[in-house]
């Protein structure tokens, strides 16, 4: 089942995107089909109800203003798994602080993938009250010149608990979406350091994307499997899959877990994928450019970045 944050000019409202359209489950008046985050806490009742539900007539899509799935998810993690970002992404600094002090770009190959990626997964907090949705202006933080988008798929927990196995891992899933980390790359490379991992560099208004839907975990039960795909104003940049992340969700979520309770809604995402950023291409955002980001059976996340005046 796709669901979805949707806003037909009234607030925001739980919907069901089915073959017909968008089918308000929140007109049901059921307190578990109120918002998203209320459905994932109800956990397989509340599912069987959103199914029963997603029956009833719909409204057409033109028109319905999609927000983010979980407008404010109770916590969001991103990892970084995929080891051509792993050993990519530090060349592409190199560079960009070459360009940045005006000296020479160096011929810098990438290195091996560090020991502690393959001990344990890595992974940082980042901030849920900057989420957003499709088809939303990004605004250009002021104080960067240099923007990047980051191809990733994000899993939300739907059972709560605490050290959970990695065999029971992905009964935790409530579903999948997409996410876009856009950063702050110049910024990112100062504050990086400082030893600390990413403050102002990903942390800005409308910095998390998320979207265009979730679709419940019955649908993807392999998420190494995804195909996934970025376009900048419409040509393809990207073209890849999930399969070669290091660790997989099942993984996250035994290591997160570890003394420390997941909670429904939650949101992890699985890291950049292989080639899925400018900073490995050297190549960085404009104003005015349309990020695209496609992952098969979940949709497209669509987003402007504008430089703000």
């Known amino acids: 089942m796709k669901l979805a944050t949707f806003d037909a000019g009234t607030g925001p409202r739980l919907g069901a995107v089915t073959e017909a359209g968008m089918v308000d489950l929140t007109a049901t008046g059921r307190p578990e089909l109120a918002t998203m985050l209320a459905l994932i806490e109800a956990g397989e009742p509340g599912l069987a109800l959103a199914r029963e539900a997603a029956g009833g007539a719909a409204l057409p899509m033109e028109g319905l203003k999609l927000l983010a799935p979980i407008p404010v998810p109770p916590q969001m993690r991103d990892a970084s798994t995929f080891p051509k970002h792993i050993v990519q992404a530090p060349v592409g600094m190199q560079k960009l602080a070459a360009g940045m002090q005006g000296k020479p770009i160096p011929n810098v190959e990438p290195g091996e993938v560090p020991d502690i990626y393959r001990q344990q997964p890595i992974f940082y907090i980042t901030n849920r009250f900057s989420v957003?949705?499709?088809?939303?202006?990004?605004?250009?933080p002021k104080y960067s010149n240099t923007m990047d988008f980051e191809l990733e798929v994000a899993c939300v927990i739907g059972t709560p608990g605490?050290?959970?196995a990695k065999a029971d891992?992905?009964?935790?899933v409530f579903g999948y979406?997409?996410?876009?980390?856009?950063s702050a790359r110049d910024t990112q490379l100062i504050e990086m350091q400082g030893m600390l991992g990413p403050a102002k560099g990903k942390?800005?208004?409308?910095?998390?994307v998320l979207g265009p839907v979730i679709v419940t975990a019955d649908e993807i039960p392999d998420p190494r499997a995804l195909k996934t795909r970025a376009r900048i104003n419409g040509k393809t940049f990207v073209d890849t899959d999930m399969s070669a992340g290091l660790h997989g969700f099942d993984d996250l979520i035994a290591f997160i877990s570890r003394d420390e309770m997941l909670h429904p809604g939650e949101v992890i995402g699985a890291g950049t994928v292989n080639d899925g950023c400018g900073l490995e291409h050297s190549h960085f955002l404009q104003?005015?450019?349309?990020v695209?980001?496609?992952v098969d059976g979940i949709g497209i996340l669509?987003?402007?970045v504008v430089r703000q005046v």
């Not at 104003?287 to 349309?290: A, E, L, Q």
């Open 169 to 172: 891992a992905l009964n935790h």
């Open 177 to 182: 979406t997409i996410f876009n980390d856009f």
């Open 302 to 304: 669509r987003n402007r």
């Open 292 to 294: 695209e980001l496609e």
């Open 132 to 140: 957003r949705g499709t088809e939303t202006d990004v605004p250009w």
């Open 203 to 208: 942390s800005f208004d409308c910095g998390n």
């Open 287 to 290: 104003d005015g450019d349309v």
């Open 162 to 164: 605490k050290d959970i």
